[in-house]
């Protein structure tokens, strides 16, 4: 069985119930029509019933839920809540009302609320756009001081990771984080691929030099970040600042980082900033015709999961294995 069906397998077992905030998109239709035939989760969609419906063509939604946040019962519920989490940071109650209308909030607002056990959007809204409301209303897990993502990018015919099963992050969320931030999302990414992928993580802190051929501040920060996990964490394999191909090809670690555990071995890639994060993802993605599954949140205090625009049906199928997994606690 393969990882994505590994992945679905697990998710069945866990009987939860994921709401699809971007109702009104074809991809997320027929996603949400996958994971109720796969009986993946149950599924609600976020919407007016019409217009989905309409989008849907003939296709049977019977068992999804359809939820109109603009005239649920539920709405002004949600307002409330959302106005007593946020009145503090000047949240007004008209504005808590507009934004509980909004899909985005309404489905954050569900999950904080355990009317649902997770959300998945992001198909056609920002990233942006998904990570506000959750970071106001849903907060990051306790222990945790910065919410990250990591993609598990699975690319064919390749022999570097674990038979090319490769974990990248933070391609999503954290612009510019700092050495301790930078720590936080590898050791975080460990804890991801263990849920995951059932293996020993070895991470590489990746940079544009490789054990001091360069010299930059964004060299420093990567050597630090790695000092700062390994005092944290002495149990796990690190090491950096390592180039990509130090990283994963054994012939160039000899060269360029002999004697290290990691260069030649690595299955997680922790990239320096979300510039080199994001564009790297989507390369390999685009370029190389790998399974992107993810962006995968880490340290959420509940299971909310953003998409790429690109997305597929069937990628939106697997974020949503994945968040039922999350609120099962089978992955954090
Ligand atoms: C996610 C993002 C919107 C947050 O930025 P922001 O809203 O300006 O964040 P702020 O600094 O104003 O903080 C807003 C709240 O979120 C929290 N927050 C921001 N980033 C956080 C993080 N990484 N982890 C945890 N909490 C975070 C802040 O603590 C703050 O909480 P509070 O209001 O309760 O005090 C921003 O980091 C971003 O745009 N990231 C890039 C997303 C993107 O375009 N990705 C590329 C495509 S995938
Ligand atoms: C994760 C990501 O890059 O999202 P988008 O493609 O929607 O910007």
């Known amino acids: 069985m393969d990882l994505i ?14 709401v699809l905030a971007e109702g009104i998109e ?19 969609l976020l919407g007016r019933e019409e217009k989905i419906k309409e989008i849907a063509g003939g296709i049977d939604l019977s068992g999804i839920e359809i939820i109109d946040p603009e005239i649920s019962e539920k709405t002004r519920d949600y307002a409330e ?40 959007a992001g198909a056609i809204t920002a990233t942006a756009d998904i ?9 990051t897990a306790p222990g945790v001081s910065v919410v990250s993502s990591a993609f598990i990018m699975v690319v064919p015919n390749c022999e570097y990771g674990s038979n ?23 050791l975080a990414s460990s804890r991801t691929w263990k ?26 920060k990567v050597v630090e970040a790695t000092n700062i996990l390994r005092q944290k964490a002495p149990e796990i394999k690190v090491d950096g600042e390592l180039q ?52 995968i949140s880490q340290g959420l205090a509940m299971p909310i999961n953003d998409l790429s625009r690109g997305c597929s049906s069937d990628d939106i199928v697997n974020v949503a294995a994945i968040t039922a997994l999350q609120a099962q ?4």
């Open 5 to 18: 069906q590994k992945i679905r397998e697990r998710a069945k077992a866990t009987n939860k119930t994921i």
């Open 131 to 139: 990570f506000r409301p959750a970071f106001q209303v849903i907060k």
């Open 244 to 295: 990509a191909d130090a990283a994963l090809v054994p012939k160039v670690a000899k060269t360029k980082a002999p004697g290290s555990e990691v260069a030649g071995r690595a299955n997680i890639l922790i990239f320096p900033d979300l510039n080199s994060g994001n564009i790297g993802y989507k390369l390999v993605q685009r370029l190389a015709k790998a399974e992107a599954i993810g962006p």
């Open 329 to 332: 606690n089978l992955v954090k």
């Open 26 to 44: 074809e991809r997320v239709i027929k996603a949400a029509v996958t994971i109720r035939d796969e009986k993946i989760a149950k599924v609600i």
């Open 81 to 120: 809540l959302l106005y007593q989490l946020r009145k503090d940071k000047g949240m007004t109650e008209e504005k808590a009302m507009e934004l509980a209308k909004n899909p985005i909030w309404y489905g954050t607002l569900m999950v904080k609320n355990g009317d649902v056990d997770g959300m998945v």
């Open 195 to 220: 849920a995951l992928m059932d293996e020993e993580p070895i991470i590489a802190m990746l940079s544009f030099s490789t054990k001091g051929s360069g010299q930059h501040e964004t060299v420093d």
């Open 164 to 186: 090319g099963i490769i974990l990248f992050a933070d391609c999503a969320i954290n612009p510019n984080p700092d050495a301790k931030q930078l720590a936080e999302i590898a």
